[in-house]
């Protein structure tokens, strides 16, 4: 089978990280290269990084990315982990001017939700699964029958016991702010799991982002119905399911 290349760049609130990708296989082919992302993490400042990321990869041909906002038409509807100046921002637009390349967006937890559909542990499964990415916010990517059901916020419902919204109280950066431990952040996040499984009832529920890395430190303390997974490929699902997803785009 012909290789099918095409670089992915996962953009996120603290890390802008790309690889070329296989498509065929899902594999990365080289080593990602992560570049900060700036702060304030403004339309202008990021639209640097991501064309000297690209231009580091020595790229020209289609780039795939996944942005942590919602993602219409290209344009971004919110902004909880960057500036809000990116609201009503054209991302592919800017993206696209900023690296000279066709440039493809949806949302970053969207994007490693596709790549786990696809080559990881999601693959083939059926019914309702959600896979929730832990990172500077929570996000999520819920699928019905193998079917995105693309832009959900499940990072974003109002923990009424917390009065904040979930990524407030149980994202990685929350554990970092307020120095918890394991426990008692994985006490958290499970209290976040029980409220999501009480109204949607996941058959499946799969982590990303950097902490589905340190599952072991907080596996004990899930105790929701459904299993619960570190996905198979972990933190560079970003960056696959945005390679994939430019890709189904082009074939449209
Ligand atoms: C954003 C989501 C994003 C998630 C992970 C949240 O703050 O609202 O769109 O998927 O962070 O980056």
Request: with cysteine.
């Amino acid at each position: 089978m012909q290789e099918r290349k095409i670089l992915g760049i996962d953009v996120g609130a603290s890390g802008i990280k790309g690889g070329v990708v296989d498509i065929n296989s899902g594999q990365l082919l080289n080593e990602r290269i992560r570049l900060e992302t700036p702060d304030p993490a403004t339309p202008k400042a990021m639209a640097e990084t991501f064309g000297e990321l690209v231009r580091r990869h020595n790229w020209s041909g289609l780039v795939g990315c996944g942005f942590p906002s919602i993602i219409k038409d290209g344009v971004a509807y919110s902004a909880a982990n960057i500036s809000q100046e990116w609201i009503g921002t054209n991302v592919v637009e800017t993206f696209s001017l900023a690296c000279g390349c066709p440039v493809e967006v949806l949302n970053d937890a969207d994007a490693a939700g596709l790549a786990e559909m696809q080559f990881g542990l999601g693959k083939g499964e059926m019914g309702t699964v959600l896979l929730i990415t832990i990172g500077s916010g929570l996000g999520s990517a819920l699928f019905v029958d193998g079917q995105l059901v693309p832009n959900t916020e499940l990072g974003h419902v109002f923990l009424k016991n917390q009065k904040k919204v979930a990524e407030q109280f149980a994202s990685n950066n929350a554990r970092k702010r307020e120095d918890l431990s394991w426990e008692e952040w994985g006490i958290r996040f499970n209290e976040y799991l029980e409220n999501i499984e009480r109204v949607l009832n996941p058959d499946l529920i799969l982590l990303g982002g950097g902490t589905s890395k340190r599952f072991d430190k907080y596996d004990s303390y899930i105790t929701v119905r459904a299993p619960v997974k570190p996905a198979q490929l972990l933190n560079a699902a970003g960056t696959v399911g945005a390679a994939v997803y430019a890709y189904q785009q082009s074939r449209k």
